[in-house]
């Protein structure tokens, strides 16, 4: 079954400090990736996807990731954290498909990530 | 704005009554979705609607829960006999959803739950 796994539950980073949040997935054909911010008392904002092509993406806010298909990872990296990146952060992958056409979400359990000033 | 809108943003009720939510999708978005956040975890999947067609159901939409979206435009989610466990965020998503590549899901800003 097609599952996504994000190891850290919490992250603490110093701003300014380069960030990295691991994503890791299950999922037998090509996958398509997502990852999403939430900010308390905010719906989930797209910071970037991966479909296909260049592995490496990049996003708003400054953030990038890589898709690594031998390591079935998808990790989410920032050179330089601002205060205002403290959310909490949802890799996703997509499931269903062509032939049904649902399409549908299995998210990640998040990484919440905290920021000091 | 032409976002995704949920209402109730927060919904308080006691155990044992019927609540119901409203998503309002982007205009044009033919595909919607369901979704439940509890604490701790990420969303997971509901239901999902193709215009007013409804066209999956996870296990996790027991049968006190209805969906519907009759007209292909906004949809109702309908929780029956609530209990303490449906305490959660209830998300809504649309997307656009032409082609395989053409899905990415716009999220609403929930609507949260409370079951006392």
């Known amino acids: 079954a097609q599952s996504v796994t994000q190891p850290d539950i919490h992250i603490t980073v110093s701003e300014g400090a380069s960030l990295e949040l691991r994503c890791n997935y299950s999922y037998g054909a090509t996958p398509y990736l997502f990852w999403y911010v939430q900010s308390p008392g905010q719906g989930l904002q797209l910071l970037l996807k991966?479909?296909?092509?260049?592995?490496l993406v990049q996003g708003i806010k400054g953030f990038e990731a890589e898709f690594k298909r031998s390591q079935s990872s998808f990790n989410l990296r920032k050179p330089s954290v601002h205060w205002s990146d403290a959310a909490e952060y949802f890799c996703?992958?997509?499931?269903?498909?062509?032939?049904?056409?649902?399409?549908?979400?299995?998210f990640g359990t998040g990484t919440r990530l905290k920021v000091l000033a | 704005d032409t976002g995704v809108s949920q209402n109730p943003r927060h919904k308080i009720t006691k155990r044992g009554q019927n609540v119901t939510f409203r998503c309002d999708p982007i205009?044009?978005?033919?595909?919607l979705y369901w979704y439940r956040q509890t604490l701790g975890q990420g969303p997971e999947f509901l239901t999902y609607?193709?215009?007013?067609?409804?066209?999956?159901k996870s296990r996790l939409l027991s049968d006190r829960f209805s969906a519907e979206r009759p007209k292909g435009s906004f949809s109702t989610l309908e929780i029956q006999r609530t209990e303490q466990g449906d305490s959660a965020m209830y998300l809504c998503a649309s997307s656009p959803g032409t082609s395989a590549t053409d899905n990415e899901q716009f999220f609403g800003p929930g609507t949260r739950l409370t079951v006392l």
């Open positions: 996703a992958v997509v499931t269903g498909g062509m032939t049904s056409g649902t399409y549908k979400y299995i």
């Open positions: 205009s044009e978005h033919n595909r």
């Open positions: 991966y479909f296909s092509g260049d592995t």
């Open positions: 609607f193709q215009n007013e067609a409804q066209l999956e």
